[in-house]
């Protein structure tokens, strides 16, 4: 049996350690814990691409042993160099010189350890290991080197690869019959061995390939359960809600449609078609609306949310972060005019009014737009999180737009679904644009609406990489072409990954406080940026601040911005450069997503290289907006080859969003991808990976919606449905633990 307790099997001290080390506890989770690759028995493996800092097990041939004693100290150090034919490693054991004879010249063996460097030699400190039994004195205790394929599992210190082989070993023996949730039908249709033969195959593999398939079922099965999941939640979402029942009686978008001064792009008429029909269907929408910086989804949910108000509903409007809710709100009153001022002297008759929401506000604006709010004379509420806070009640919301997805998880849309009597129509907007099945894949119990297309007569934006390390002399003209863009009368960014050189974090590159850094953290998987971008020695906006204006930049219109300004403060900042009143507006990401300066012609960033693709991409979108042409400069002290300039250059080459998501996935650790939006499934998916198994993923989602048509509730699948149980209840787990 699969839920077999791991102690019973490999006894209690050694279950503890597999318990602690990793988080294996039942029979089943040991033999899902797979190989990360194998060694072929007899081939030695390449000491050349050890990497310093890696835990590894190698299999490599004893060159030499020798003990020596610790000059004036007790005790002794055992030296072993193995090699693999070409190069060599040394293995430092401290006082057990008795080793030594087993260190016999010639002998191969297993070792594992922690890549270090000493004296700039790589070696392992007191390794672990197993020495290869010899011809024919291969006992039963190393039956793992029976097999030509000797399996290397992700090890820890304290549990080495063969050891964990020793207790699969005991598993495989232990666990009889093993349920397959697969139906036999589409074990044929994929040609797919048996759960209890894959398990095996993967784990005591006769043939490389025999091992490849089994790993591509069990990766399908993943696929499979996360497609059934997300399948099944979209149906169900639609089908167990109603929609609020709303004539369109209002004429309010057609208002809005003549006082537009450009003509709709196809793209945003057809996605706006798509959602028309949404909205006049019974059951709620769910649909992600993606598309690349500037590619005009704001006009397309504005629009979304007017027709709403024609149909006698609210809207709302959840931005992640404060700064990006202001803008809305100034971006949306100098749309709508005077449609968006009902109720005020002078508004027109066929309006609304618009009401804000934030975290930072005063008493008396707050309960002036929770009254607007709760009276329905605001037809559109924009805010941050604070929108979900308790206390926000609605005279009758109709619509939810999320602006830039990546920063809410799926328990934000449902909390605001939950504020509705019916419920809500919901759309999300994303600005980083992701390749379908990976969408697919994160939000796939979303329909999906791309803008491909930017509005005609969009600028070039030109990117260039300056090395600020090997050529100071560029970063100078760097600046000197601020100061020109800024003679010609247009506006420039410079942007830095921190605010002060004090903070250790650059989450506060953000600009959230408080709870939405919480937040972000929450949801963006914890140390991912940190890893990213690094902590050390970048620019800080405080710094850079005196430094241009008594400097390159002096005599120019400087302002400041960043998240720890209070947020009346961030919004005279933001309104006083939107109106040309400052010619740079020095910031930290707090700009990133959605800002809206077409006067804005330049942007300088430095320390680029702290920032992630798509970051980069964000920011760089805030230009370009007007009819003119404009530049962006990536400074960095990064050397010519490293990995980081190379990046930066990529980023450079192109501005098309789609190839930059690639590219981004492909950098971070794909765990992240799918741990972001449904971060409950993550454990259970220990091998899908959405960029390198597109294709499977494509084939499971096509399956998985043929099964939950046929069988709604997976009542003639049981084995499928206890899979699926499985990430549901996870995601319920860490949903109510992140409460
Ligand atoms: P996004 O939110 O997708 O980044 P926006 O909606 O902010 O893009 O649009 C970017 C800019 O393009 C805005 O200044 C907007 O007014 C303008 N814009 C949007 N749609 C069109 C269009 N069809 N024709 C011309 N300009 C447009
Ligand atoms: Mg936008």
Redesign the pocket.
């Given at each position: 049996m699969v839920e077999q307790k791991l102690r019973e099997i490999v006894g209690e001290k050694t279950a503890k350690v597999l318990a602690d080390q990793l988080g294996l506890i039942s029979v089943g989770d040991l033999l899902r814990h797979y190989p990360r690759r194998y060694v072929v028995r007899g081939e030695l493996t390449d000491i050349e691409s050890l990497i310093e800092g890696e835990e590894v097990t190698i299999v490599a041939k004893i060159e030499s042993a020798k003990v020596r004693r610790i000059p004036g100290r007790k005790g002794s150090i055992l030296d072993v160099i193995v090699t693999d034919g070409k190069a060599k490693l040394g293995l430092t054991f401290f006082n057990q010189p008795w080793r030594e004879k087993d260190m016999q010249e010639g002998r191969s063996g297993l070792f594992a350890g922690k890549v270090g460097i000493f004296k700039g030699k790589r070696q392992l400190a007191h390794p672990d290991f197993l020495l290869i039994p010899e011809g024919e004195d291969i006992s039963a205790a190393a039956s793992d080197f029976a097999g030509k394929y000797l399996p290397v599992y992700p090890a820890t210190g304290k549990l080495p690869s063969w050891k964990i082989s020793q207790c699969i070993d005991l598993a495989l023996n232990a666990v009889g019959e093993i349920d397959d949730p697969l139906p036999l039908w589409l074990r044929e249709k994929m040609g797919y061995p048996e759960l209890k033969d894959a398990l095996r195959a993967i784990h005591r593999p006769t043939k490389i390939e025999e091992a490849e398939l089994a790993r591509e079922r069990v990766t399908f099965d993943e696929a499979l359960s996360l497609q059934l999941f997300l399948v099944q939640r979209r149906e169900q979402l639609r089908s167990s809600h109603q929609a609020i029942k709303s004539e369109k009686s209002g004429t309010l978008l057609e208002k809005f449609d003549q006082r537009l001064p450009?003509?709709?792009?196809d793209g945003?008429k057809l996605v706006s078609r798509e959602i028309e029909s949404d909205l006049s269907s019974e059951h709620p929408m769910y649909r992600l609306l993606q598309?690349d910086?500037?590619?005009?989804?704001?006009?397309v949910a504005l629009r979304t949310m007017l027709a709403m108000v024609d149909r006698g509903a609210q809207a709302a409007l959840l931005a992640p972060t404060e700064v990006l809710a202001q803008q809305h709100l100034r971006n949306f009153r100098s749309l709508l005019g005077e449609l968006g001022e009902s109720g005020m002297l002078g508004g027109a008759s066929e309006g609304t009014s618009i009401a804000i929401l934030l975290g930072a506000q005063s008493a008396s604006e707050r309960e002036s737009a929770l009254t607007d709010v709760r009276s329905g004379r605001a037809g559109i509420v924009l805010g941050t999180h604070a929108l979900l806070s308790e206390g926000v009640e609605f005279k009758d919301l109709g619509l939810v737009v999320v602006d830039e997805q990546h920063r809410f998880g799926v328990e934000q849309r449902d909390a605001l679904r939950a504020k509705g009597e019916s419920t809500p129509h919901v759309l999300v907007m994303t600005?980083t644009p992701i390749p379908r099945t990976i969408a697919m894949t994160v939000f796939g119990d979303l329909d999906i609406s791309t803008l491909n297309q930017l509005?005609s007569g969009r600028p070039l934006i030109s990117t260039h990489v300056v090395d600020a390390k090997n050529r100071p002399q560029h970063l100078e003209r760097a600046w000197q072409r601020v100061r020109e863009e800024v003679a010609k009368g247009r506006q420039v960014y410079v942007v830095a990954p921190r605010i002060s050189a004090s903070d250790g974090s650059d989450f506060i590159k953000y600009g959230l406080t408080g709870q939405e850094l919480a937040l972000a953290r929450r949801l963006s998987g914890e140390g991912d940026d940190e890893e990213l971008h690094g902590t050390k020695e970048s620019s800080s906006v405080e710094e850079l601040f005196p430094h241009l204006s008594s400097g390159p930049l002096k005599g120019l219109r400087i302002s400041l911005l960043h998240g720890r300004l209070k947020s009346e403060e961030k919004e005279r900042v933001m309104n006083s450069f939107s109106r040309g009143e400052t010619d740079v507006l020095l910031s930290t990401t707090v700009i990133e997503v959605?800002v809206?300066v077409?006067n804005a012609t330049m942007m300088v960033i430095m320390d680029a290289d702290r920032f992630g693709v798509s970051q980069l991409h964000q920011l760089r979108?805030r230009i370009g907006?007007g009819s003119e042409e404009s530049l962006c400069l990536f400074v960095t002290k990064s050397e010519p080859e490293s990995p980081a300039m190379k990046r930066l250059q990529a980023v450079a080459s192109t501005t098309d969003g789609f190839e930059l998501s690639r590219l981004d996935l492909e950098e971070r650790r794909e765990g992240d991808v799918l741990g972001r939006a449904q971060s409950g499934v993550r454990s259970h998916l220990r091998l899908l990976r959405v960029l390198r198994d597109e294709e499977l993923i494509l084939q499971a989602r096509e399956i998985a919606t043929e099964i939950i048509d046929a069988d709604p509730n997976l009542a003639a699948n049981s084995g499928l449905r206890a899979e699926v149980d499985k990430l549901r209840d996870e995601e319920h787990a860490q949903f109510l633990e992140k409460k």
């Open positions: 450009f003509e709709l792009t945003q598309g910086v500037g590619s005009g989804k704001t006009i600005a509005p959605g809206d077409p979108g907006r």
